[in-house]
T-cell receptor, first 113, second 115 residues
Framework: DTGVSQDPRHKITKRGQNVTFRCDPI?????LYWYRQTLGQGPEFLTY????????KSRLLSDRFSAERPKGSFSTLEIQRTEQGDSAMYLC???????????FGQGTRLTVV | AQSVSQHNHHVILSEAASLELGCNYS??????LFWYVQYPGQHLQLLLK??????LVKGIKGFEAEFIKSKFSFNLRKPSVQWSDTAEYFC?????????????FGTGTRLKVLA
């Protein structure tokens, strides 16, 4: 499968713990996006990379969230000191040109208990 | 602020009925418009896109959408729905005066087609 791959698919963690998610984009895609989706809502933009550079970050994103794409290939999203409100589906997407559309992975479902 | 509105949150249709889902955006400048579909248990998939040219675009599975610049709209249509079209549909936009690459999504429309 040459689509966007996310790992893990599910994560249950206790409040206050740190979690890290990984995303492997489609290999020739230089742009990578992270989104968060909760029930009944559309995907909410978190951050976006062009190659290894993080070009845009949502103002709604807490300082507890950090993302990296060190070699311009895979990316990680870390949430520190998780809170119950962080429970959501975290989606990764990748794309080439702006007009091409983004291709999404299956997502990582985070549950904070 | 840039936003995308989908006014129909839930739609229930019988098979063979016609479908139209509304999407309006508030963006200045030139925009690129997309419809995504999410079937139960599956990831978001691109249904169709518009960035220039003919404002009536055709996508997969018989879907089409019309870009009406004066109305800031990009409504999704299908002449005759099937049970397999049961899914959630999201409108998305990027570009605009800032030329942003990020995709802004609407809240989605959940479509249920009755057999």
């Amino acid at each position: 499968d040459t689509g966007v791959s996310q790992d893990p698919r599910h994560k249950i963690t206790k409040r206050g713990q740190n979690v890290t998610f990984r995303c492997d984009p489609i290999s020739e895609h230089n742009r990578l996006y992270w989104y968060r989706q909760t029930l009944g809502q559309g995907p909410e933009f978190l951050t976006y990379f062009q190659n290894e550079a993080q070009l845009e970050k949502s103002r709604l994103l807490s300082d507890r969230f950090s993302a990296e794409r060190p070699k311009g290939s895979f990316s990680t999203l870390e949430i520190q000191r998780t809170e119950q409100g962080d429970s959501a589906m975290y989606l990764c997407a990748s794309s080439t040109e702006r007009v091409a559309g983004a291709f999404f992975g299956q997502g990582t479902r985070l549950t904070v208990v | 602020a840039q936003s995308v509105s989908q006014h129909n949150h839930h739609v229930i249709l019988s098979e063979a009925a016609s479908l139209e889902l509304g999407c309006n955006y508030s963006y200045g400048g030139t925009v690129n418009l997309f419809w995504y579909v999410q079937y139960p248990g599956q990831h978001l998939q691109l249904l169709l896109k518009y960035f220039s040219g003919d404002p009536l675009v055709k996508g997969i599975k018989g879907f089409e959408a019309e870009f009406i610049k004066s109305k800031f709209s990009f409504n999704l249509r299908k002449p005759s729905v099937q049970w397999s079209d049961t899914a959630e549909y999201f409108c998305a936009v990027n570009g605009g005066t800032s030329g942003t690459y990020k995709y802004i999504f609407g809240t989605g429309t959940r479509l249920k087609v009755l057999a």
